[in-house]
């Protein structure tokens, strides 16, 4: 509509400013030193949805950190969308990689780097502003309501509860979230599935002290070594996952459904120059799309032990340990894979070593019903404001909470990103393109229209 298109030219330098200063607020769930700043994030975006025009805004607490609720009724009897996000972001190290501040945002060849640009911002932005375009233009077409949380970088312990708490004032017809990716602004996709997730931290322990290296090594096992070799046992030599049982449930697709879904543009090549890798590496038989879509995974996180600062140490150290996470397909569920690795991992360490493994968090996989009309809505909505109609993808990362709003609230979710599997979620140099934020905020006003007229 020509009035969004108008009002979103006239206010753009201010729906990027406004985003800047969310960026510039490190609101880092995961470690207890920025709390205050987790909860200074929270009432921004509380201001920020009351100035567009949301009613009804509050910052609701948990036993964590806070959620941030707003909603704009229009008409009972519209449908209603369900909006959410997430404020919190995740932690910055290595800070010593990022070429500027995390926390101070930059803009540079069209790009915004800063922690959270991408994940999730810039993207949950995206539908603050999309609503004040529609609700400034008096052309809001439906119900919206708005959750965005604090913890989903931490796995939403807090969210499951606040569902089971506010069932009826959560009351909707459909989930939308922007917190995913699409293959370009050339190639635009939808997500039609997420993997699930099953994190872990392992401990291994030797000796009840550390140890000179001269004295006791070569007779006394050293649990950094034995780590190590437990971790590399867990992928054989065509890179399959050995937990017995790890594969038993996972969905297998047809070769009709794998050929549709390497259909989708890739060129292996710049995958690789962009990276700076030399080759791909993964689960023999399948292709890398296939193997960050469609298989489930295991990778080490992180691994220390012993001495790691400047110079040199010759110890033999007590202690090793690993954060290992896997990403799941359909079928398999993460409390059972959990339980599958644990034994897995008692079983394999020899008696010289006591293991000690911790489960920290997980999430089921869900894929997203293609035939419903939420779905027609994006779909439709991309092709409006892109000129060319979105690919069916699926998504390698993991929304935990996802599974939990249809197992709660009975909701489907819609999964309509605008990032770029090249913006360092995660990692030092986080960006977010311009185009891409601005191009979410023109194309989401078009998802409500569609959406409304597609429910009658």
């Given at each position: 509509?020509?009035?969004?298109?108008?009002?979103?030219?006239?206010?753009?330098?201010?729906?990027?400013?406004?985003l800047?200063?969310?960026?510039r607020?490190?609101?880092?769930?995961?470690?207890?030193?920025?709390?205050?700043?987790?909860?200074?994030?929270?009432?921004?975006?509380k201001?920020?949805?009351?100035?567009?025009?949301a009613?009804?805004?509050?910052?609701?607490?948990?036993?964590?950190?806070?959620?941030?609720?707003?909603?704009?009724?229009?008409?009972?009897?519209?449908?209603?969308?369900?909006?959410?996000?997430?404020?919190?972001?995740?932690?910055?190290?290595?800070?010593?990689?990022?070429?500027?501040?995390?926390?101070?945002?930059?803009?540079?060849?069209?790009?915004?780097?800063?922690?959270?640009s991408a994940?999730?911002?810039?993207?949950?932005?995206?539908?603050?502003?999309?609503?004040?375009?529609m609700?400034?233009?008096?052309t809001?077409?439906?119900?919206?309501?708005?959750?965005?949380?604090?913890?989903?970088?931490?796995?939403?312990?807090?969210?499951?509860?606040f569902?089971?708490?506010?069932?009826?004032?959560?009351?909707?017809?459909?989930?939308?979230?922007?917190?995913?990716?699409?293959?370009?602004?050339?190639?635009?996709?939808?997500?039609?599935g997420?993997?699930?997730?099953?994190?872990?931290?392992?401990?291994?322990?030797?000796?009840?002290?550390?140890?000179?290296?001269?004295?006791?090594?070569?007779?006394?096992?050293?649990?950094?070594?034995?780590?190590?070799?437990?971790?590399?046992?867990?992928?054989?030599?065509?890179?399959?996952?050995?937990?017995?049982?790890?594969?038993d449930?996972?969905?297998?697709?047809?070769?009709?459904?794998?050929?549709?879904?390497?259909?989708?543009?890739?060129?292996?090549e710049?995958?690789?120059?962009?990276?700076?890798?030399?080759?791909v590496?993964?689960?023999?038989?399948?292709?890398?799309?296939?193997?960050?879509?469609?298989?489930?995974?295991?990778?080490?996180?992180?691994?220390?032990?012993?001495?790691?600062?400047?110079?040199?140490?010759?110890?033999?150290p007590?202690?090793?340990?690993?954060?290992?996470?896997?990403?799941?397909?359909?079928?398999?569920?993460?409390?059972?894979?959990?339980?599958?690795?644990?034994?897995?991992?008692?079983?394999?360490?020899?008696?010289?070593?006591?293991?000690k493994?911790?489960?920290?968090?997980?999430?089921?996989?869900?894929?997203?019903?293609?035939?419903?009309?939420?779905?027609k809505?994006?779909?439709?909505?991309i092709?409006?404001?892109?000129?060319?109609?979105?690919?069916?993808?699926?998504?390698?990362?993991?929304?935990p909470?996802?599974?939990?709003?249809?197992?709660?609230?009975?909701?489907?979710?819609?999964?309509?990103?605008?990032?770029?599997?090249?913006?360092?979620?995660?990692?030092?140099?986080?960006?977010?393109?311009?185009?891409?934020?601005?191009?979410?905020?023109?194309?989401?006003?078009?998802?409500h229209?569609?959406?409304?007229?597609?429910?009658?």
């Amino acid at each position: 509509m020509q009035v969004w298109k108008e009002y979103q030219a006239q206010h753009k330098e201010r729906f990027l400013e406004e985003l800047l200063d969310l960026l510039r607020i490190p609101s880092v769930s995961a470690d207890s030193r920025f709390n205050g700043d987790v909860q200074k994030c929270a009432e921004a975006v509380k201001q920020r949805l009351q100035e567009a025009g949301a009613d009804k805004v509050e910052v609701c607490p948990t036993a964590g950190h806070p959620i941030v609720y707003g909603e704009k009724i229009i008409d009972p009897s519209l449908p209603t969308v369900l909006v959410y996000g997430h404020y919190d972001v995740q932690p910055a190290d290595p800070l010593e990689l990022w070429h500027s501040g995390p926390f101070e945002p930059v803009i540079k060849d069209g790009n915004i780097y800063a922690r959270g640009s991408a994940d999730d911002k810039g993207q949950f932005y995206m539908h603050v502003k999309a609503f004040e375009t529609m609700n400034k233009t008096n052309t809001i077409p439906c119900n919206i309501k708005f959750m965005i949380e604090g913890e989903e970088e931490v796995g939403s312990a807090n969210l499951g509860i606040f569902l089971e708490q506010n069932k009826e004032k959560l009351k909707a017809d459909v989930v939308l979230i922007s917190d995913t990716s699409m293959i370009s602004l050339e190639d635009p996709s939808i997500d039609t599935g997420l993997r699930g997730l099953a994190y872990m931290e392992v401990e291994v322990t030797g000796p009840n002290r550390d140890l000179h290296s001269g004295v006791y090594g070569g007779a006394v096992a050293n649990p950094a070594t034995i780590l190590a070799k437990m971790i590399a046992s867990l992928h054989d030599e065509n890179n399959h996952i050995t937990i017995p049982g790890f594969y038993d449930k996972v969905q297998e697709l047809t070769p009709e459904e794998r050929a549709d879904l390497n259909s989708a543009p890739f060129d292996e090549e710049a995958y690789k120059k962009d990276l700076g890798i030399a080759d791909v590496w993964g689960e023999k038989g399948y292709s890398t799309i296939e193997r960050t879509g469609i298989r489930p995974t295991l990778e080490v996180n992180g691994i220390w032990g012993g001495y790691t600062g400047e110079g040199s140490k010759t110890v033999l150290p007590s202690k090793a340990f690993a954060k290992i996470s896997m990403r799941l397909v359909p079928n398999q569920d993460w409390h059972e894979i959990s339980d599958l690795f644990t034994k897995h991992f008692e079983a394999i360490a020899p008696k010289s070593v006591t293991v000690k493994v911790n489960k920290h968090h997980g999430g089921s996989p869900y894929v997203t019903p293609t035939d419903s009309v939420a779905y027609k809505a994006a779909h439709k909505a991309i092709d409006t404001t892109f000129g060319k109609a979105p690919i069916p993808v699926r998504g390698g990362g993991s929304i935990p909470i996802v599974a939990l709003f249809e197992k709660t609230l009975g909701l489907k979710t819609v999964l309509m990103g605008f990032g770029l599997d090249s913006d360092n979620l995660h990692s030092p140099n986080e960006k977010y393109g311009l185009a891409n934020y601005y191009k979410g905020i023109e194309t989401i006003p078009y998802f409500h229209q569609y959406f409304a007229e597609m429910s009658k």
